[in-house]
């Protein structure tokens, strides 16, 4: 979706579509479980539990980080990551009233 078409869709459906992107990768989902199991992270338990490069790892961090999924705080030279419970909320119920929306879908003779 080009930067310029946004605004023929709804904001809902804008953000939607930013935080599927954002959470579209398998990495970033593992990072999501593993933050909210844990409620905290250092950077290097990441590393260790992933099994991917610092770098790697620190790449998707940003991404999540950048959309305000997750937000970190600098302790020394780690930083500390978890999950925003406020964006977490909105993401909920953002895909929940998307899934919910079909929720009384029946059956049709659609292909």
């Known amino acids: 979706m080009g930067a310029s078409k946004s605004d023929l869709f709804s904001e809902s459906q804008n953000e ?3 935080l599927a992107k954002a959470i579209g990768h398998p990495a970033r989902v593992a990072i999501l479980h593993y933050l909210h199991a844990s409620n905290t992270c250092i950077n290097s ?3 260790q539990e992933l099994g991917l490069a610092q770098a790697t790892i620190s790449q998707h961090l940003k991404a ?18 978890c999950i925003n419970p406020e964006k977490w909320a909105l ?8 899934f919910g929306e079909y929720s009384n879908f029946q059956k049709t003779n659609c292909c």
């Open 45 to 47: 338990d990441l590393v």
């Open 91 to 98: 993401m909920g119920q953002l895909f929940g009233n998307f």
């Open 16 to 18: 939607i579509a930013l």
């Open 64 to 81: 999540l980080k950048d959309i305000g999924i997750i937000q970190g705080s600098i302790e020394g030279t780690s930083i500390c990551y």
